[in-house]
């Protein structure tokens, strides 16, 4: 999935958006996605001007966003709906990710609960991992079509 495609699936824009391109999704079960770290990247006029650092925290909004695909086709309209991250568990930074690199973000739904769903997360960058970890979303809302208006 190609850039406009990503946009029609998401809420979030520039600066926001944190994924380039969607390389693979297996309905209900996983994604794998790409981001190519710039130096335009806004984050870096700060974080650190004489050392351009991606801070963690970063990766695990990727991580988030590239979980969103795993639902697409159960919430075709993911643009007007909203789900939130809602827990975050053991990640691990193992490598800061520099301008000039394209990290591979991986996905893959650990357990499902309702309205929740449990991820395991995996960030690599030339085949070396940058991150891990588990994390919670909350769905979005699906409006009820037999409901009362």
């Given at each position: 999935m190609?850039?406009?495609g ?6 979030h ?10 390389l693979e999704?297996?309905?209900?079960k ?17 974080h650190f001007?004489d050392?351009?650092?991606l ?5 695990i909004?990727?991580?988030?966003q ?8 159960e ?6 709906e ?20 394209q ?18 997360g ?7 991992p ?6 919670t979303?909350?769905l ?10």
């Open positions: 190609d850039l406009q990503i946009l029609d699936h998401f809420k824009r520039y600066p926001f958006l944190l994924i380039d391109r969607v999704v297996e309905p209900g996983s994604c794998r996605a790409l981001k190519n770290i710039s130096i335009n990247e806004k984050i870096f006029v700060g001007p050392r351009p650092l801070p963690g925290v970063f990766y909004e990727m991580m988030a590239a979980s969103i695909m795993v639902f697409a086709d919430h075709r309209n993911l643009a007007a909203l789900g939130v991250l809602a827990q975050i568990n053991k990640v691990k930074f193992l490598r800061t990710a520099m301008p000039g690199d990290l591979i973000i991986s996905v893959s739904l650990a357990g499902r609960f309702g309205k929740l769903a449990k991820f395991d995996l960030i690599t960058c030339d085949g070396e940058m991150a891990r970890g588990s994390f979303v909350a979005p809302r699906v409006p009820d079509d037999n409901a009362a208006s």
